[in-house]
């Protein structure tokens, strides 16, 4: 279920023009380097991707759209 959901973030996300800014990682409570490094590396990508595209207001009535026909298609796969 997480990786369906990630996808749909993403796909939204790419939808908003916010591509790249959603990361998902499996880190356990004992690897604190591996937690700093993603982080880091990810922190990094963000800066390197610069401010928000989005500026001004942002009209969420297509985003509406799209969130409620991929929820329609979802339950009627019967995901």
């Known amino acids: 279920m997480t990786i369906k959901r990630m996808t749909f ?3 939204l996300l790419n939808f908003m023009g916010l591509e790249g800014r959603l990361h998902l ?3 356990s409570s004992a690897e604190a380097q591996k937690f700093v490094r993603v982080v880091t ?10 401010p928000t595209p989005l500026s001004g207001e942002l009209d969420l009535s297509a985003i509406e759209r ?3 026909a991929k929820v329609e298609a979802e339950s ?4």
Do not use: R
Not at 41 to 50: N, P, Q, S
Not at 76 to 79: A, I, L, R
């Open 41 to 50: 590396d990810f922190t990094e990508k963000i800066k390197a991707l610069g």
């Open 25 to 27: 990682d499996w880190i």
């Open 66 to 68: 799209e969130c409620e």
């Open 76 to 79: 009627v796969e019967g995901g």
């Open 9 to 11: 973030l993403q796909e």
